[in-house]
């Protein structure tokens, strides 16, 4: 539930982002010019880039970083000429707007962010990573629970129905985080598609998970029956975005009705429920909402690092950990349940 919400909003984010390309930065004159400039000579004031480069009859060629000759790990903290020419033009008229007491603006929808590494938005690259981490940090001890603390079927397999579904979740996470912290790393057209592939996906089956354990379907015909047409849907929709059109306002509308739809699921069934633990569901729920004021309250970054953006994933990393607390009491209760049963 709780990544879905994220995801959610990370791609109603980005897509904002797209639809405001044309920011108050971008649309100076100066700036313009400054690019411009840049593209024609590959050079801002006394900074020349090796990047930018002119065929024989001065045309400009410009190959993304991916593309280029060198191996893909010596080209990563490298920018392309279009890269660079933004960057230190965006540098330049920052500088210039401070020494007049006017305060920063938005450039191609994006607040002016230093660099550090190569990495575009580092404090958002290392929160991701701290989000991946606890992720990891929640699936493992989830896995250890199951086998090696909880009673088995036959020494084999776990009495928690859902231990397998749950395993799945936690390995989409952490590839949804992954290239959450590789988006915010490097903006490109490679990484904005397995960032928004990853995130879909992971809302997808995170909708299916929510239903299943919601509507306590155990019986495998019917989990089928229920999650075929999810992952046909998912699947048909990612190779659209990926292969023939990235249709933002499309894809927030998915990304929307999914994350909602398994939100409010998650949510009555909190409060039908009698689950020892269902405290932890309303806790991630309405400490989510309130943590998305940071989004709503958008602010220029502090010492060009640490915007409302950075500081909202602070917040999913706590959350993360009470989620997957949630998770691993579901498995005891219902570890519990099953073997009172079976007396």
Not at 20 to 49: L, N
Not at 265 to 294: T, Y
């Amino acid at each position: 539930m709780l990544d879905g919400w994220v995801c959610a909003f990370l791609l109603v984010l980005y897509c904002s982002v797209e639809v405001i390309d044309a920011s108050a930065g971008d649309a100076d004159p100066r700036y313009r010019v400054c690019i411009t400039q840049c593209q024609e000579t590959g050079c801002v004031a006394q900074r020349c880039f090796p990047n930018c480069k002119f065929s024989s009859d001065g045309e400009f060629i410009d190959r993304p970083w991916y593309m280029q000759q060198e191996p893909l790990y010596l080209q990563w903290k490298k920018w392309d000429c279009q890269s660079d020419c933004r960057y230190y033009c965006m540098l330049d008229r920052e500088k210039e707007r401070e020494s007049h007491n006017l305060g920063p603006v938005k450039y191609h929808g994006k607040w002016p962010f230093r660099r550090i590494y190569g990495m575009q938005e580092p404090a958002s690259v290392a929160f991701s990573a701290l989000n991946l981490a606890m992720h990891f940090h929640g699936w493992v001890s989830f896995f250890i629970l199951i086998y090696y603390k909880l009673p088995l079927k036959d020494g084999k397999k776990a009495y928690y129905e859902y231990a397998g579904l749950w395993h799945m979740y936690g390995l989409l996470s952490l590839n949804s985080w992954f290239w959450s912290a590789v988006f915010h790393s490097r903006d490109v057209d490679i990484t904005e598609k397995l960032d928004y592939s990853s995130a879909v996906v992971l809302l997808g089956y995170s909708l299916i998970l929510a239903i299943l354990r919601t509507f306590s379907i155990r019986d495998e015909a019917t989990r089928v029956m229920v999650a075929a047409p999810l992952i046909a849907f998912v699947t048909t929709h990612v190779m659209y975005i990926n292969f023939y059109l990235l249709d933002y306002g499309w894809n927030m509308i998915v990304c929307v009705v999914m994350a909602m739809a398994q939100l409010s699921m998650w949510a009555v069934w909190a409060g039908v429920s009698n689950h020892p633990s269902r405290w932890k569901l309303w806790l991630v729920v309405i400490s989510g909402g309130l943590a998305m004021l940071l989004e709503i309250y958008d602010f220029p970054p502090y010492e060009e690092l640490f915007d409302a953006h950075a500081l909202w994933h602070v917040t999913t990393i706590p959350l993360t950990y009470i989620w997957w607390s949630f998770i691993r009491d579901d498995a005891e209760f219902r570890t519990s349940n099953l073997l009172k049963k079976a007396k």
